[in-house]
Nanobody
Framework: QVQLVESGGGLVQAGGSLRLSCAAS????????MGWFRQAPGKEREFVAG????????YYADSVKGRFTISRDNAKNTVYLQMNSLKPEDTAVYYC?????????????????WGQGTQVTVSS
């Protein structure tokens, strides 16, 4: 069992930056591939970024490539999402997800555990 708690969301102007954190607790948390997803009002949940359990590979949705960076600190059982050059269309609730020993995948159904989410609002 893994528990995930996101933090770092908030209100920011377009062009600004935010860093989201996802703290994982539970056994063998470092063996989990971690993903960030988001859901805007009236829209389906979409994949944002992921980093495999070893930390050796990260992958991104095309909409955030070059602006967002995912990283992990296994010593702290924490995954980060650095978001730069934010746009109003990035406004959503951002969720952290974990799946044990997953390869690179953007499919939410493959992740086993989810956090409660943190709101990110980008004003124009």
């Amino acid at each position: 069992q893994v528990q995930l708690v996101e933090s770092g969301g908030g209100l920011v102007q377009a062009g600004g930056s935010l860093r989201l954190s996802c703290a994982a607790s539970g056994r063998a948390a470092s063996s989990y591939t971690m993903g960030w997803f988001r859901q805007a009002p009236g829209k389906e949940r979409e994949f944002v970024a992921g980093i495999i359990w070893s930390g050796s590979s990260a992958y991104y949705a095309d909409s955030v490539k070059g602006r967002f960076t995912i990283s992990r600190d296994n010593a702290k059982n924490t995954v980060y999402l650095q978001m730069n050059s934010l746009k109003p269309e990035d406004t959503a609730v951002y969720y952290c997800a974990a799946g044990r020993y997953l390869g690179p995948t953007s499919r939410g159904s493959e992740y086993d555990y989810w956090g409660q989410g943190t709101q990110v609002t980008v004003s124009s």
